[in-house]
């Protein structure tokens, strides 16, 4: 997605048209979010090796849909469908496909992600987004971050890999109230989120009057929050994920595995996952009677799928689709 705005505010900070995605920004990370350790694992007894996409940290970072062309399946006035097929390839033994709608309503945007086993071999799997919210900010300094986490995963300092969770309390990554970053900077994921009686988890930037929320619901057990290391003027990413960093192998994330399991008898919705979702609006100013939301994509030509349910709130179509609200 490249771009969201609510009555010509934006909501993430996007790219354009032509622009080369930089920072995972606006993508969606299919079938594993974050890192994978020397881009190694071993799945039903037999060792993988991924592509190093990350070759300073020697990791394989963010799964195989980032620079993939994804076909338009579906457009509508409010909404847009898309579809993409993972094939075979170097440390993926299977075939994945894909569908992800963006729906436009009062509430923001919700983006659905469906995601299937269309081969002949199980498959692990995991799902994260990768939106960067603004609410104006010149730096990353100025805003106030809520994140309702009660754990954080502790990494290396060189890889940036799992080493332990630990509690935020009593520690820098405490944003269970809500504080204004300053030079604060995360590259941190974090867990153990506490949910209203919707069941959702809600991450929020404040600055002024003006705030953005993302949601995530039971089967996001996860957030990566990422201030833009020295680029501070970003905007911040708040990543819903199925899973932590590096789960496909044996550490402290390898537990949110259990059940993501895409098995080839059923052609049936990746393990537990009905409905993965997450969402982002800027609700600064809400209350009038005449809204106007725009989303753009990056929508080409690719192939694709289906998977059942990860919604999300998030910034961008291919074309500009208006909603009056």
């Given at each position: 997605?490249r771009?969201?705005?609510?009555?010509?505010r934006?909501?993430?900070?996007?790219?354009?048209v032509?622009?080369?995605?930089s920072?995972?920004?606006?993508?969606?990370?299919?079938p594993?979010?974050?890192?994978?350790?020397?881009?190694r694992?071993?799945?039903?007894?037999?060792?993988?090796?991924?592509?190093?996409?990350?070759?300073?940290?020697?990791?394989?970072?963010?799964?195989?849909?980032?620079?993939?062309?994804?076909?338009?399946?579906?457009?509508?006035a409010?909404s847009?469908?898309?579809?993409?097929?993972?094939?075979p390839?170097?440390?993926w033994?299977?075939?994945l496909?894909?569908?992800?709608?963006h729906?436009?309503s009062?509430?923001?945007?919700t983006?659905?992600?469906?995601?299937?086993?269309?081969?002949?071999t199980d498959?692990?799997?995991?799902?994260g987004?990768?939106?960067?919210?603004?609410?104006?900010?010149?730096?990353?300094?100025e805003?106030?971050l809520?994140v309702?986490?009660a754990?954080y995963?502790?990494?290396?300092d060189?890889?940036?890999?799992?080493l332990?969770?630990?509690p935020?309390e009593?520690t820098a990554?405490?944003?269970r109230e809500?504080r204004?970053l300053?030079?604060?900077?995360l590259?941190?994921?974090m867990?153990?989120l506490?949910?209203?009686?919707?069941?959702?988890?809600?991450?929020?930037?404040v600055?002024?009057?003006?705030?953005?929320?993302?949601?995530g619901?039971?089967?996001?057990?996860?957030?990566?929050v990422?201030t833009?290391?020295?680029?501070?003027?970003?905007?911040?990413?708040v990543?819903?994920?199925?899973?932590?960093?590096?789960?496909?192998?044996?550490?402290?994330?390898?537990?949110?595995?259990?059940?993501a399991?895409?098995?080839?008898?059923?052609h049936?919705?990746?393990?537990?996952?009905?409905?993965i979702a997450?969402l982002s609006?800027?609700?600064?100013?809400?209350n009038?009677k005449?809204?106007?939301?725009?989303?753009r994509?990056a929508?080409r030509?690719?192939k694709?799928?289906?998977?059942?349910?990860?919604?999300?709130l998030?910034r961008?179509?291919?074309?500009p689709?208006?909603?009056?609200?």
């Open positions: 997605m771009s969201f705005s609510f009555d010509g934006d909501v993430v900070h996007g790219f354009g032509e622009d080369k995605v920072g995972g920004r606006g993508q969606n990370l299919i594993w979010p974050n890192r994978i350790r020397d881009g694992y071993t799945f039903d007894g037999t060792t993988q090796q991924l592509p190093l996409t990350e070759p300073a940290r020697h990791n394989a970072s963010h799964g195989l849909a980032r620079y993939v062309p994804w076909v338009l399946v579906d457009h509508k409010d847009v469908t898309n579809r993409i097929r993972i094939h390839q170097p440390g033994p299977g075939t496909e894909s569908t992800i709608t729906q436009l009062q509430d923001g945007l983006v659905t992600v469906e995601a299937t086993n269309a081969g002949t498959l692990p799997f995991g799902y987004a990768h939106p960067y919210l603004t609410v104006g900010e010149s730096t990353v300094d805003v106030a809520t309702p986490a754990s995963l502790e990494v290396d060189d890889r940036l890999l799992p332990k969770l630990s935020v009593g990554y405490d944003l809500g204004v300053g030079s604060m900077s590259d941190t994921a867990t153990d506490a949910r209203d009686s919707d069941g959702r988890w809600r991450v929020r930037l600055l002024g009057d003006r705030f953005a929320e993302l949601w619901d039971e089967t996001m057990r996860w957030t990566q990422f833009g290391g020295p680029n501070r003027n970003w905007s911040i990413a990543e819903p994920m199925t899973c932590g960093p590096d789960a496909f192998n044996a550490g402290p994330t390898h537990d949110d595995m259990e059940g399991r895409a098995r080839r008898d059923l049936r919705p990746m393990g537990d996952f009905r409905k997450w609006k800027e609700l600064g100013g809400c009038r005449s809204t106007r939301i725009s989303c994509f929508s030509r690719s694709v799928s289906r998977h059942d349910g990860i919604r999300n998030v961008g179509f291919a074309h689709i208006p909603v009056r609200v």
